[in-house]
């Protein structure tokens, strides 16, 4: 019993670092739409098209940590209801 709540345990900590990396990339990705307006301004249209594709890339990668964070919790739900 101990090994699986030091299992479940790690599951949940993964879980939290991984959500925290999804707000992180929340906050890039409005760093970088700030980036693509201050460009536009500028008139310097290609460098707001590649701002434009990293905030795209970002959220992109948010979106996949905000996933991979539900299925762990999940797993662990389903770890707790079997043990």
């Known amino acids: 019993m101990v090994n699986i709540e030091t299992q479940i345990f790690n599951l949940k900590f993964t879980s939290k670092q991984i959500a925290r990396m999804s707000t992180k990339c929340t906050k890039q990705e409005r760093d970088e739409l700030l980036k693509v307006k201050k460009a536009m301004e500028k008139g310097d249209m ?38």
């Open 46 to 83: 290609d460098s707001a098209r590649i701002y434009g594709q990293n905030a795209i890339r970002i959220r992109n990668t948010g979106n996949n940590y905000l996933k991979l964070s539900s299925r762990i919790d999940a797993r662990i739900h389903l770890t707790r209801s079997t043990a």
